[in-house]
T-cell receptor, first 111, second 114 residues
Framework: GESVGLHLPTLSVQEGDNSIINCAYS??????FIWYKQESGKGPQFIID?????DKRQGQRVTVLLNKTVKHLSLQIAATQPGDSAVYFC??????????FGKGTRLSVIA | ETGVTQTPRHLVMGMTNKKSLKCEQH?????MYWYKQSAKKPLELMFV???????ENNSVPSRFSPECPNSSHLFLHLHTLQPEDSALYLC?????????????FGEGSRLTVL
């Protein structure tokens, strides 16, 4: 069936650098995309979302880019901090289907 | 008070035990979900309830039995589990089941089956 996947399982970034976490999705009908952050011992927390009629959306220190042509989603974190260390999940939604989650990328910030 | 509260946070049970996980949401949402999170696997949707009615059962074994007495509470009754059922069980809620929108997750119940 359709699935959402992540390119890399782990990512190590120097504190202060920018982080880019990538996600590929396979459902061309997906119309809503969302990024979650999950810290150790906690449940996933919403970071940012984007609808398919947009290709970029910015939040506080985070930007999500959507490329529908190649079915690719990315999360950019500016000036990465130690508190950004976590597992990041992308998820997509189509019509009435529930969110489909990817496996997650573990971001480690090196001080 | 957090939006979605799960109890217990940790549970250890034998394969013949019967236990229940509880979830409560204080967000006024109408849809509630159970997800299973295992190591190195994507979040797996188990059950969905919308306005107290079960709308999805994602081929979950009958040893997992959900219950949704009202829109604010969701239970997962566990019976005769297997060691491979050990995982983090996450409850989530959303405004409604249909349509795009953010899921609000609880902290999860870490289950270990011996």
């Amino acid at each position: 069936g359709e699935s959402v996947g992540l390119h890399l399982p782990t990512l190590s970034v120097q504190e202060g650098d920018n982080s880019i976490i990538n996600c590929a999705y396979s459902n061309s009908a997906s119309d809503y995309f969302i990024w979650y952050k999950q810290e150790s011992g906690k449940g996933p927390q919403f970071i940012i979302d984007i609808r398919s009629n947009m290709d970029k959306r910015q939040g506080q220190r985070v930007t999500v880019l959507l490329n529908k042509t190649v079915k690719h989603l990315s999360l950019q974190i500016a000036a990465t901090q130690p508190g950004d260390s976590a597992v990041y999940f992308c998820a997509d939604h189509s019509g009435n289907t529930p969110l489909v989650f990817g496996k997650g990328t573990r971001l480690s910030v090196i001080a | 008070e957090t939006g979605v509260t799960q109890t217990p946070r940790h549970l250890v049970m034998g394969m013949t035990n019967k236990k229940s996980l509880k979830c409560e949401q204080h967000l006024g949402h109408n849809a509630m979900y159970w997800y299973k999170q295992s190591a190195k696997k994507p979040l797996e949707l188990m059950f969905v309830y919308n306005f107290k009615e079960q709308t999805e059962n994602n081929s979950v074994p009958s040893r997992f039995s959900p219950e949704c007495p009202n829109s604010s509470h969701l239970f997962l009754h566990l019976h005769t589990l297997q060691p491979e059922d050990s995982a983090l069980y996450l409850c989530a809620s959303s405004q409604e089941r249909r349509g795009a929108g953010e899921l609000f997750f609880g902290e999860g119940s870490r289950l270990t089956v011996l």
